[in-house]
């Protein structure tokens, strides 16, 4: 089953429910994400502590990154737009035994949703917002942007990560990733749609919200490590904040 909704696009989903059953082998199609996943969470918990900070994991997959935060000490919800993934997701929570409470509250949670439903209910409901390596999938990220900024608290953080438009992403995310190393699906990257920094930061203006950092996030095809460092010519993190006073 799919959520669909106007900025979403029905091919986009269907290459996430094909990786579904393989999103938690480490050597499988998701290889990268489990490579990319301790260097993006520790650009976060460097930036923000997570410890009883709720957190919402836009475009949560099979919940790699939820997972992470929950482990340190984070309330975690996750939503995406495919079931499929959702399923997986709450099935490995509950083989890790991490559907854990504290003090009646869940510390993991998944929901089907995309972001713009769940920001039109949870307005201001969160101390982080987390959205990794899905605004390049979106018809329209500004509008992705928007209801994140909206489900985010005045005052909170939030976390991007996308790819660059530039010759050399299109060498190695693409050609290099997809066809050369074979890393990920053929097709799983449509390179019009990577976002340049300038593009996100006119963006994150629009959803009147500032932009405190960027770093390149690097990753080593042969070792399958990954490390931050100042060129942002492919990947990317961001790190967001949110004004304190509500408009």
Partial sequence: MKCMHKNLEATEIDKFDAMAADWWD???????????????????VDRCPLLKKSVLDIG?????????????????????????????AKLHAIESNLYKTDNNTHTLNYIHTTAEEYAAIHPNSFDVVTCMELLEHVPDPLSLIKAAATLVKPGGYLFFSTLNRTPKSYLFAVLGAEYLLKL?????????????????????????LHLKELAGLQYNPLTHKTYLNNDVSINYLAHVEKDRMIR
């Fill in 26 to 44: 480490p050597k499988g199609k998701c290889r990268p994400l489990h490579a990319l996943n301790p260097t993006r969470l520790q650009f976060i």
């Fill in 60 to 88: 949560c997959g099979g919940g790699i990154l939820s997972e992470s935060m929950q482990k340190r000490g984070a309330y975690v919800t996750g939503i995406d737009a495919t079931l499929s993934v959702l399923e997986v």
């Fill in 184 to 208: 990920l699906p053929r097709g799983t990257h449509q390179y019009e749609k990577f976002i340049r920094p300038s593009e996100l930061e006119q963006w994150l203006r629009q959803a009147e």
